[in-house]
């Protein structure tokens, strides 16, 4: 009788999974990201593919998605808003050799829901931003973006769900709106990587 294998395979995948770790900031910026210079930020109905690609052909090195509405990307039944804001079935999106590196940006304030869409993205990304920095009214309606500020302990949840929900070791990137209160901006930032890699 020969030994069994499957329980080897199943051990061996678990110890891969228990050794990997999530990069610091700079080991995502060296290792993935490639130490970019010239970064296109996500901009409203402008970061789409085709503009990726042109910011690409003239010098970008890093480009974002434009801000996803990680509610709405979650219904996987919803099929038109999942191809018109990340179209994975086209394969265009996401592929390794034309459109990354990449960061896709989520607004969010819900970690369940984050989780669920960085899950459907996390092969096509090399990393997530959480905005916390929207400061528009449909940021106001839907309670995301820079109107999520003064809930610390939502945005920690929301940024650490990856302990909490047992969660891959995609990294969580997040930009922060300045108002005229700096000391409470640089107060929030610090305790958000307090408990960051090193």
């Known amino acids: 009788m020969e030994p069994s294998t499957s329980g080897t395979s199943s051990s061996a995948a678990a110890d891969a999974q228990t050794t990997k770790r999530k990069l610091s900031g700079y080991e995502l910026y060296r290792e993935v990201l490639g130490s970019p210079k010239y970064v296109v930020a996500p901009m409203v109905d402008q970061s789409e593919l085709a503009w990726r690609r042109l910011s690409r052909r003239?010098?970008?090195q890093l480009v974002y998605?434009?801000?996803?509405n990680a509610?709405?990307?979650t219904d996987a039944s919803?099929?038109?808003f999942r191809s018109a804001n990340f179209d994975i079935p086209s394969g265009e999106e996401g592929d390794t050799s034309t459109d990354r590196?990449?960061?896709v940006q989520f607004c969010a304030n819900n970690p369940e829901q984050l989780l669920t869409s960085a899950k459907v993205l996390e092969s096509y990304c090399d990393a997530v931003d959480l905005n916390l920095g929207c400061p528009q009214d449909i940021a106001k309606k839907g309670h995301y973006g820079s109107f999520l500020q003064d809930e610390w302990e939502l945005i920690y949840t929301l940024?650490?769900?990856d302990s909490s929900l047992s969660y891959s070791f995609l990294p969580i990137l997040s930009a922060l709106s300045i108002s005229i209160y700096?000391?409470?901006e640089c107060s929030f930032a610090s305790e958000l990587t307090s408990n960051c890699p090193s």
């Open 65 to 68: 998605t434009p801000m996803i």
């Open 78 to 80: 919803n099929k038109t």
């Open 71 to 73: 509610k709405m990307f």
């Open 182 to 184: 700096l000391n409470h």
């Open 101 to 103: 590196p990449l960061i």
């Open 58 to 60: 003239y010098g970008a």
């Open 159 to 161: 940024s650490e769900y």
